[in-house]
């Protein structure tokens, strides 16, 4: 079975500042979701990389899925306190059959 | 996109009842798929539901203790049975609107917490 190891698990920045979290998976990716989720709250849908090599930005986000598909990163730039929150990656099996990393928590202080 | 609602939002439970958990997108679509969210945990597939056949469960998730309907395309549900501590978690329902895997939508969740 796949399984997505994220890093860190735990960032703590200043706003204004940049970051970069981490999606390394143990198989071939075929699709590489990004979801953002509040605490105990539903998902945030951000981006979805399929190609190697490919990325995508939305906003200050931007994610890419390196050449071998195996590794996928989320950088955000200028960090908000908005941003702040759980990043989940997920690796598509099958067209809604989704394999989740266990989560990156992001804390920016103002 | 797609919009998705359920539920309840949450809901406290004794343990040995059976709790149903409902599901309702904007638009019509072929899979539903519920997860499961433990206490510090990362999400896990529950099952896969389309309409007009049985669901299909992942390894470990059996009919008897999360049966789910699926009535028409835009409308499902999920019961929680014979609940114990141990389903305490949240349960969300997850679209993929466009059938092509390139964008996968969740629900709110639903909050569940059995004592």
């Known amino acids: 079975s796949q399984e997505l190891e994220q890093s860190p698990q735990s960032l703590i920045v200043q706003e204004g500042k940049n970051l970069t979290i981490n999606c390394t998976s143990s198989k071939t990716l075929y699709g590489l979701y990004w979801y953002k989720q509040k605490y105990g709250e539903g998902l945030i849908f951000l981006m979805m990389?399929?190609?190697?090599?490919e990325e995508k930005s939305h906003e200050k986000i931007t994610a890419k899925l390196d050449e071998k598909k195996q590794q996928s990163s989320l950088h955000i730039t200028a960090s908000q306190p908005s941003h702040a929150g759980i990043y989940l990656c997920g690796a598509d099996s099958s067209y809604g059959k989704l394999t989740f990393g266990q989560g990156t928590i992001l804390t920016v202080h103002p | 996109s797609a919009v998705i609602s359920q539920k309840p939002s949450r809901d406290i439970c004794q343990r040995g009842t059976s709790l149903t958990i409902q599901c309702q997108v904007d638009?019509?679509?072929?899979?539903m798929f519920w997860y499961r969210q433990q206490p510090g945990q990362s999400l896990t597939l529950i099952a896969t539901?389309?309409?007009?056949?049985?669901?299909?469960?992942e390894s470990g998730f059996v009919i008897d203790k999360f049966p789910i309907s699926r009535p028409n395309l835009t409308f499902s549900t999920l019961t929680v049975s014979n609940m114990s501590p141990e389903d305490s978690s949240i349960y969300l329902c997850?679209?993929?609107?466009?059938?092509?895997?390139?964008?996968?939508?969740f629900g709110p969740g639903t909050r569940l917490t059995v004592t």
């Open positions: 997850s679209v993929n609107p466009y059938d092509r895997g390139d964008e996968q939508y």
């Open positions: 638009s019509q679509v072929t899979m």
């Open positions: 990389l399929q190609k190697g090599g």
């Open positions: 539901a389309n309409q007009g056949s049985e669901a299909t469960y």
